[in-house]
């Protein structure tokens, strides 16, 4: 078949809820993509920063395949090797208390809340209890992540949403204190925004958080589904800023093309929410995913996969400082590590996004007025030098 007739294949018969740039990849390699016309990519989106360690890694690879000549699914009615070494890992990473694994960042998101209302409604048996959550935020499409959702264009159609949230300003102390009542279960936050514009909390902020959650035996809920596993420049953006979540959702990353997401508790809201009974998965944990999420902190650690974004992330932010100098349409950069937004004006993000697919180089945006970059962690100052020229190119 030719590249056209799998774009009218796909148009055909898959739910129009993505407008699709007209690119059908085949294939990948290190941070190169490729399609069906054999036309190379520079790669800095990464599958929306899900291929941390770029494609066709062969350790990746290799690990995959045994693990799906020894088994793929069990059910989480029973034990697997890889769901202990997968857990084991996760938890020590972060230093809380237990994990639970789903198939996605939004499913996560679920697991969370529900764990936060469980931990609430054992306090006083209350059905009342609320959220605060951002403006501006993104966590996920379902109608419980949706709820927590900062933006009335994604939650208009699908209302009514759950209720008992709260909206606060991010970066705003003040406007999260306000909103506290003796209904408040859990705050709700990504670390680094990332839909909305590529906004990194400051320290005062989340520490300030991190304060009113414990003066006020609140919940904090930290989202690193986006800014999670190393793209800061710490595995977990949170570790950046002096401060640990009583639970943290993770996913794109976590599995490098495997779909897996998972919820972590701290001692505290480990003991004291879900229990048999109050959630479940049928396909979360399966073993294949698990080998995945094993494999990658395996690899993480070898090629000290952190301590490279970190040693590199100067070189990429001068390289973008320099654009941002250059051209009176990019007003600033904002971003932590490999997670990067150049913030535009006057001109559309969607064609300059689309005009540099046209000159090799993938990205994506965020929010209405970013380009984001979020490269495969494995890119070297090579890669940066290549991008940035097709990038003036797509201006």
């Not at 953006?237 to 990353?253: E, F, L, N, R, S």
């Amino acid at each position: 078949m030719k590249t056209e007739d799998y774009m009218k294949e796909t148009d055909t018969y898959v739910l129009h809820t993505y407008n699709r740039f007209p690119v059908v990849f085949e294939r990948g390699s290190g941070v190169h993509l490729y399609d069906t016309d054999q036309k190379e990519y520079l790669d800095f989106a990464a599958g929306i920063a899900v291929f941390g360690l770029g494609y066709g890694n062969a350790e990746y690879n290799a690990a995959l395949k045994d693990q799906v000549d020894k088994i793929i699914h069990t059910s989480n009615l029973y034990y697997n090797v890889p769901l202990a070494e997968a857990a084991r890992k996760v938890v020590e990473s972060c230093g809380m208390s237990r994990v639970f694994f789903t198939n996605s960042g939004t499913e996560a998101i679920e697991g969370a809340i529900k764990a936060a209302r469980k931990y609430a409604w054992l306090k006083d048996r209350g059905t009342d209890h609320e959220i605060i959550a951002m403006r501006h935020s993104f966590h996920g499409r379902s109608l419980g992540a949706l709820s927590v959702t900062g933006n009335a264009a994604y939650q208009e159609p699908f209302k009514p949403l759950i209720g008992g949230v709260r909206f606060a300003d991010f970066n705003d102390l003040k406007s999260v204190e306000e909103n506290i009542t003796d209904k408040t279960c859990a705050i709700i936050m990504e670390t680094v925004q990332g839909e909305g514009g590529i906004y990194p909390a400051t320290r005062e902020f989340l520490q300030g958080v991190r304060r009113l959650c414990d003066e006020h035996d609140i919940l904090l809920i930290l989202d690193e589904i986006q800014c999670g596993m190393g793209r800061t420049g710490h595995l977990w953006a949170w570790q950046g800023y002096g401060v640990q979540p009583d639970i943290m959702t993770c996913a794109k990353a976590l599995g490098c093309g495997v779909p897996v997401g998972c919820f972590v508790l701290n001692e505290k809201a480990a003991a004291n929410s879900l229990v048999p009974g109050d959630h479940g998965t049928t396909y979360g944990g399966n073993p294949l995913a698990m080998r995945a999420v094993s494999t990658v902190f395996d690899l993480f650690e070898k090629y000290h996969i952190v301590d490279h974004v970190r040693e590199l992330t100067p070189y990429f932010e001068h390289k973008l400082d320099a654009l941002v100098e250059k051209y009176d349409f990019l007003t600033t950069r904002r971003g932590k590590g490999f997670m990067q937004g150049l913030v535009v004006s006057g001109k559309p993000v969607g064609q300059i996004a689309a005009r540099a697919l046209e000159n090799g180089l993938v990205v994506i945006t965020a929010g209405s007025d970013v380009i984001r970059l979020v490269p495969p962690l494995i890119i070297e100052k090579e890669d940066i030098d290549e991008m940035i020229p097709r990038l003036e190119a797509s201006f």
